[in-house]
């Protein structure tokens, strides 16, 4: 039997006496990879040096592809032979962040081939990024144990809420995946850092709409800045890079940036009001319920056990080994 037969062999037999059921869990690496997250501390901390925005865009990638078919990494593919990216999508054309996944996803391979899957290498790089924004140190314990997809959802994306959706729309598509008001209110506080671009919000400076009014002084200053629609504005001009519950503050004073912010606070009757209200006198509520709503935002339809693969680069899927009548995947060979 030669090399590529006995390990593809062992990877079967893996297969067939491994659990198909698995349940994610925080101690998942404990004995295979116990220093995953100090390998992507070290890594997000050095890209942060660089991009400030890091974190948010991590943190907004992470939610992308946890809507479209749940957290399984599907939209780290590129286009390929039967794959059609979710990255060529209209919700995910402004998606950044790749390369810093793949540079994590480079050095946990050093150190850990072929154990952690993308989708959790994502998961953790959402949490850290909260932590390095200026979070609570451990704002919640990661649940490990996702594979990766072997394929793309690319017309699945209209899944993700949009900036120019109604309430009623965004409402629903938190629902179809699980996700209550009270997420919904604690994942949009993730816009208490980052930034948007004019086009998402700039319909705003001509409208009466009384579900989600403007400050005039707060509507000026954004008309001043939006030069054109691609200028990026922050969400929260107080503390821009900085997580904290500024967000809430600002849609108590009606200086919510997208229209999907500010309905949170001034839809008549919502039950997402006193939510805001919640948020914005309490930083550690927010911050309590954030975790609890990442949590659930990451346990949206996992891949475990059997299912999907890990993948060896989170750009492709793994190629088939062909052995006899069988295929076997080789996810970690060189």
């Not at 004995?31 to 991009?51: H, K, M």
Request: glycine letters at 8%.
């Amino acid at each position: 039997m030669n090399s590529f037969q006995y390990i593809a062999l062992a990877l079967c037999t893996v297969s067939i006496f491994g659990g198909s059921n698995a349940q994610l869990s925080a101690t998942f690496y404990d004995s295979t990879c116990p220093n995953v997250s100090s390998v992507a501390r070290g890594i997000l901390a050095q890209a942060r040096q660089t991009d400030v925005r890091i974190g948010a865009k991590i943190i907004r990638l992470h939610f992308h592809d946890c809507m479209v078919n749940g957290c399984d990494a599907s939209l780290l593919l590129d286009d390929a032979d039967g794959i059609d990216s979710e990255k060529d999508e209209p919700p995910n054309t402004t998606i950044d962040g790749y390369s810093v996944l793949d540079d994590i996803k480079t050095a946990v391979e050093n150190v850990c081939p072929g154990v952690v899957s993308c989708a959790d290498i994502v998961a953790l790089a959402a949490q850290i990024s909260v932590s390095l924004d200026g979070g609570p140190t451990n704002p919640w314990k990661v649940q490990f144990g996702r594979r990766d997809s072997t394929t793309a959802n690319s017309t699945g994306t209209i899944a993700i809420p949009s900036p120019f959706d109604d309430f009623a729309t965004v409402r629903r598509k938190f629902t179809d995946v699980g996700l209550d008001a009270t997420d919904m209110v604690a994942l949009s506080g993730a816009h208490t850092i980052g930034k948007a671009r004019c086009l998402t919000f700039n319909q705003r400076f001509d409208s009466n709409d009384s579900s989600a009014p403007m400050d005039p002084t707060f509507r000026e200053e954004l008309i001043q800045a939006c030069t054109t629609g691609e200028t990026l504005v922050d969400f929260d001009p107080t503390t821009p890079n900085g997580f904290d519950n500024n967000y809430y503050t600002n849609l108590q004073n009606k200086r919510g940036l997208l229209t999907t912010d500010q309905f949170l606070f001034s839809t008549n009757g919502s039950d997402t009001i006193p939510i805001v209200n919640q948020f914005a006198s309490s930083q550690s509520d927010f911050f309590d319920n954030f975790g609890q709503s990442m949590v659930k935002l990451g346990n949206i339809s996992p891949l475990t056990g059997n299912n999907g693969q890990i993948r060896a680069d989170c750009k492709r899927v793994n190629l088939p080994i062909i052995s006899g009548q069988m295929t076997y995947i080789l996810s970690a060979w060189k």
